[in-house]
């Protein structure tokens, strides 16, 4: 079993900024992919980044070159670092985590980003 725990969310102006840290605890070995998903009112969930155990990154259009996904290894915990942010960037921002064979995917319990002036 592995637990999420997202840190960060908050109110912010757009154009600033904001950093989101997700912390994995429990059985976490060998390769895994962590992801930032995001749902605003009304919309499906959306696959905002990812990163790779090994680092590889993939990020939704909408945010590239605004949004850098990174993680520390040595603490399970991936961050998202947010720039530039826009009122449609206003959304609740789930962590997940997939590993294991045959693969289990896990939650966090979601962090309220809302950017408005």
């Known amino acids: 079993q592995v637990q999420l725990v997202e840190s960060g969310g908050g109110l912010v102006q757009p154009g600033g900024s904001l950093r989101l840290s997700c912390a994995a605890s429990g059985s976490i070995g060998g390769r895994n992919v962590m992801g930032w998903y995001r749902q605003a009112p009304e919309k499906e969930r959306e696959l905002v980044a990812s990163i790779s155990s090994d680092g590889n990154t993939h990020y939704v259009d909408s945010v590239k070159g605004r949004f850098t996904i990174s993680r520390d290894n040595a603490k399970s915990t991936t961050y998202l670092q947010m720039n530039s942010l826009k009122p449609e960037d206003t959304a609740v921002y789930y962590c997940?985590?997939?590993?294991?064979?045959?693969?289990?995917?896990?939650w966090g319990q979601g962090t309220q980003v809302t950017v408005s002036s």
């Open positions: 997940n985590i997939v590993l294991g064979n045959p693969l289990s995917l896990f």
